[in-house]
């Protein structure tokens, strides 16, 4: 891994440490980095020697304070939340390939239709309880 590969993971795995500090930490393992290349080092061999970039960030998290429990819950539902945006600009984009509707009226005609069948199946329902007890009686 090089280094500004190595430095954008970093920082993007440290997200829920304000960015000041986080700067810090980002220029500090630059610095290292640097040190390390001047004494012979290649970029990857300085990188290699701070070990797995998850047991480092749990290490940094843990100096700081933070349950990374709810850091890896957080990765998660930011994962989950990057799917569905990208589920639903595509979305976006093969329904507008497909009409000549800008992609969001699409959608909330697509939308308004669905609460429409939901309404319609939501007033079925004490027909069919009224007529299931007219059957029973």
């Known amino acids: 891994m090089k280094k500004d590969e190595f430095l954008n993971l970093l ?8 960015e000041r ?13 640097e040190m390390k290349m001047k004494e012979g080092k290649t970029e990857e061999e ?3 020697d701070f ?10 998290l843990d100096a700081y304070k ?5 850091v890896h819950h957080h990765d998660f539902d930011r994962k989950f939340n990057n799917f569905m945006d990208e589920l ?6 093969f329904v507008s390939s497909f009409t ?6 699409v959608i909330k005609l ?3 239709f669905l609460m429409i069948l939901i309404f319609l199946f939501i007033l079925r329902i004490p027909f069919e309880i009224a007529s299931s007890l007219a059957q029973a009686c």
């Not at 920082?11 to 304000?18: A, E, F, G, R, S």
């Not at 070990?51 to 290490?59: F, N, R, S, T």
């Not at 000549?100 to 009226?105: E, K, M, P, R, Y």
């Open 11 to 18: 920082d993007k795995k440290l997200q829920v440490i304000n």
């Open 21 to 33: 500090e986080r700067r810090d930490i980002i220029d500090e393992y630059r610095t290292h980095i």
């Open 46 to 48: 300085a990188i290699e």
């Open 51 to 60: 070990g797995d970039i998850d047991e480092l960030v749990d290490d940094i």
């Open 66 to 70: 933070i349950n990374t429990d709810r």
């Open 88 to 93: 639903f600009d595509g979305f976006k984009r």
């Open 100 to 105: 000549s509707l800008d992609a969001d009226d």
């Open 110 to 112: 697509i939308f308004e």
